[in-house]
């Protein structure tokens, strides 16, 4: 059953043509609330709006499985392109809809968002780079360095980079197992055991390796197994969103699906989500600040080159960015009152004084890390493409 929210989304949006995180209802920080909820853990997150109406029975096992920048413009795009069973089994068998990513609509953000059931202002992972004050510098989370250098590499506490509980801490306290089946080579990661704080962390080497860790442990009572896949991220970013590499790859994930729809029995709820979208960008114009007149007065961009936040030494005026018919720069104060970040921001300094919004699929050419600039899809900013990200629930 396909419940179409699209049309709200759009009228709730905040800014004209684009997608604006709704944070209330309708978005993928409001997952956590609704699985809490399967548990009879009732607690005071933001629910998602569109389930509170349906009756929906509540499963002592739930599989999240989130594949990282499958957007639901792509989905559809590739069933329209080929056959994907699986798939179209949980559409027309489960239930299926749209919700919105946050703002950057990058994992860096998305993923803690998800799993702290909070919004960006509020956990403060606002992006793949932010300026933080601990360090004195631009951090890249993700990879522990220095964003300026990567040859610099930092270290940071767990509860420094995600300083509210957890899912998986939360389900703790109430004696729910959890587990969060990983890439092998993340389990390492400070990132990682942040975000997945809590919880027993697995490690997988490939999609059947994926497979059979979900099946041993759906073999438990009662149990939260949350599994995270990489690949259409990559091949989107190297190939395009929407090239035969990635339509390829979907459908082999679908085949991969159709094996654990086997497997999955009724005391089972699969819930398919992701952290957000891509869009292709192998057209899109590069815009080279520092080339620009009074670029002197830019510091240094921070964010990511599809959701820049633009330090500056107090002199830029937002005149400077007129000139660029494809992006509208957001003073850090305007992108706030917009609740691109929600409504809550515990982190300001982290933004710049300028967020940069993109009309179209541009980028701005950054001055450290520029092999970004390269990679045919990219995502960070409002479009559809980026923010519109399908959420599937399904069961027997």
Avoid at 163 to 180: G, M, V
């Amino acid at each position: 059953m396909f419940i179409d929210t699209i049309e709200e989304i759009k009228k709730k949006s905040k800014i004209n043509g684009l997608i604006t995180p709704i944070y209330n209802g309708l978005n993928i920080s409001n997952i956590g609330s609704f699985i809490l909820e399967n548990y009879e853990i009732q607690n005071n997150f933001e629910k998602l709006s569109l389930i509170q109406s349906l009756e929906i029975p509540k499963k002592k096992k739930v599989v999240l499985l989130l594949i990282d920048a499958l957007g639901f413009n792509l989905l559809n795009f590739v069933r329209n392109k080929v056959l994907l069973e699986s798939f179209e089994e949980m559409i027309n068998n489960g239930l299926y809809t749209v919700i919105t990513s946050t703002f950057p609509s990058t994992t860096a953000t998305a993923l803690p968002s998800i799993y702290t059931l909070s919004t960006p202002g509020i956990h403060g992972a606002l992006g793949y780079r932010f300026y933080a004050k601990e360090f004195g510098n631009l951090i890249n989370p993700l990879f522990q360095k220095l964003s300026v250098n990567k040859n610099c590499p930092i270290k940071f506490d767990e509860s420094w980079f995600i300083p509210i509980k957890t899912i998986f801490e939360i389900l703790n306290d109430y004696r729910i197992q959890n587990y969060s089946i990983v890439r092998s080579d993340y389990l390492s990661s400070t990132f990682d055991k942040a975000v997945y704080r809590g919880t027993k962390e697995i490690g997988y080497l490939t999609l059947s390796d994926l497979y059979n860790k979900i099946l041993e442990l759906l073999t438990l009572d009662t149990v939260f197994i949350n599994a995270y896949w990489w690949s259409i991220d990559a091949l989107s970013h190297h190939y395009s969103p929407f090239s035969q590499t990635v339509i390829s790859e979907i459908k082999f994930i679908d085949y991969f699906l159709k094996m654990l729809l086997e497997k999955i029995d009724n005391d089972t709820l699969l819930i398919i989500t992701a952290d957000h979208g891509q869009i292709d960008t192998s057209k899109g114009k590069v815009i080279k600040l520092r080339d620009e007149p009074g670029s002197s007065n830019i510091l240094l961009p921070a964010s990511d080159v599809r959701a820049p936040y633009i330090y500056t030494n107090g002199k830029l005026k937002k005149e400077f960015f007129e000139k660029f018919e494809n992006i509208v720069a957001l003073t850090k104060e305007e992108a706030f009152n917009l609740g691109l970040f929600g409504e809550t921001i515990n982190f300001d300094e982290r933004v710049g004084d300028y967020v940069i919004i993109f009309k179209d699929n541009s980028c701005i050419e950054f001055i450290s890390e520029e092999s970004e600039v390269s990679l045919l899809g990219k995502h960070g900013n409002l479009t559809e493409d980026e923010m519109l990200v399908p959420l599937i629930l399904y069961y027997k």
